[in-house]
């Protein structure tokens, strides 16, 4: 990771992930970043009422749920190397595995993602992703597997 033209950089809690990732609605789906401790974080979303992600009857298309993941994944990653004064690294989904899929979420629901880091070699970190309702039900959960261009 290149140096950023900032200090380290005094970042707190909860963090908006618009400053953290590249995405911009309609693709920015995760909104901050709330906790962050060790190789754990939570994230929220709120559901888009309206867009590619939304199902006729209400819901979302199942793939929102993975997406969602791997954008939380990205905005920690930002947090991180912003919090040392870093650039976030260029980062690529390159597996998805178990993802299992239990319920579904409505237009302006919040969502809350959980997210643990489950094994980190050089350019791969593999995150187990958890996506939940504000009243605790898993609606998705697998793991995900990310390759970052550092340095």
């Given at each position: 990771?290149?140096?950023?033209?900032?200090?380290?950089?005094?970042?707190?809690?909860?963090?908006?992930?618009?400053?953290?990732?590249?995405?911009?609605?309609?693709?920015?789906?995760?909104?901050?970043?709330?906790?962050?401790?060790?190789?754990?974080?939570?994230?929220?979303?709120?559901?888009?009422?309206?867009?590619?992600?939304?199902?006729?009857?209400?819901?979302?298309?199942?793939?929102?749920?993975?997406?969602?993941?791997?954008?939380?994944?990205?905005?920690?990653?930002?947090?991180?190397?912003?919090?040392?004064?870093?650039?976030?690294?260029?980062?690529f989904l390159v597996g998805i595995?178990?993802?299992?899929?239990?319920?579904?979420?409505?237009?302006?629901?919040?969502?809350?993602?959980?997210?643990?880091?489950?094994?980190?070699?050089?350019?791969?970190?593999?995150?187990?992703?958890?996506?939940?309702?504000?009243?605790?039900?898993?609606?998705?959960?697998?793991?995900?597997?990310?390759?970052?261009?550092?340095?």
């Open positions: 990771m290149k140096k950023s033209s900032l200090m380290k950089e005094s970042v707190g809690l909860p963090c908006p992930a618009d400053v953290l990732v590249p995405h911009r609605p309609p693709m920015l789906l995760v909104r901050r970043i709330l906790e962050r401790e060790g190789d754990t974080a939570l994230l929220d979303a709120v559901v888009p009422p309206e867009g590619m992600f939304c199902l006729p009857d209400g819901g979302v298309i199942l793939e929102y749920f993975i997406e969602l993941t791997a954008q939380a994944m990205a905005a920690v990653n930002g947090f991180d190397a912003r919090k040392d004064g870093l650039e976030a690294a260029l980062g595995d178990g993802f299992s899929f239990y319920g579904n979420a409505g237009p302006g629901e919040t969502v809350l993602i959980e997210l643990e880091k489950t094994f980190a070699f050089d350019k791969v970190t593999i995150m187990s992703g958890r996506v939940r309702s504000k009243t605790n039900e898993t609606i998705a959960e697998g793991t995900l597997k990310v390759w970052e261009e550092k340095g």
